[in-house]
């Protein structure tokens, strides 16, 4: 069992930042970013997979970069130039690669960071 904390949401006007942290009680090869808007379905917005491959949706390319501290299990999205389609509740996701590698298996969630942006 890995539990996963987040941190750093917060409300910020349309082109600001904001640092979003997730805090896991243990490694995985897997760890990510998802968001959840009002009415919408959660989406992926970055993941790192064995510490070193990174992937970030469209939708936030650019603006959102993901890193990760493994020495202190920490997963980081450093979030830029805000836009109001951005707010969300942000969740922490870990957990193994498939059997054949190819994809993640999201078994483990935090409770969420919420993040509002203003026009």
């Known amino acids: 069992q890995v539990t996963l904390v987040e941190s750093g949401g917060g409300s910020v006007q349309a082109g600001g930042s904001l640092r979003l942290y997730c805090t896991a009680s243990a490694s995985t090869y897997c760890m990510g970013w998802f968001r959840q808007a009002p009415g919408k379905q959660r989406e992926v917005v970055a993941m790192?997979?064995?510490?070193?491959?990174?992937t970030t949706t469209n939708r936030v390319e650019g603006r959102f970069i993901i890193s990760q501290n493994n020495a202190l299990n920490t997963l980081y999205l450093q979030m830029n130039s805000l836009k109001p389609e951005d707010t969300a509740m942000y969740f922490c996701?870990?957990?193994?690669?498939?059997?054949?590698?190819?994809?993640?298996?999201?078994?483990?969630w935090g409770q969420g960071t919420e993040v509002a942006v203003s026009s």
């Open positions: 996701a870990a957990g193994p690669a498939s059997g054949d590698g190819r994809t993640c298996l999201w078994n483990y």
């Open positions: 790192i997979e064995g510490g070193q491959r990174t």
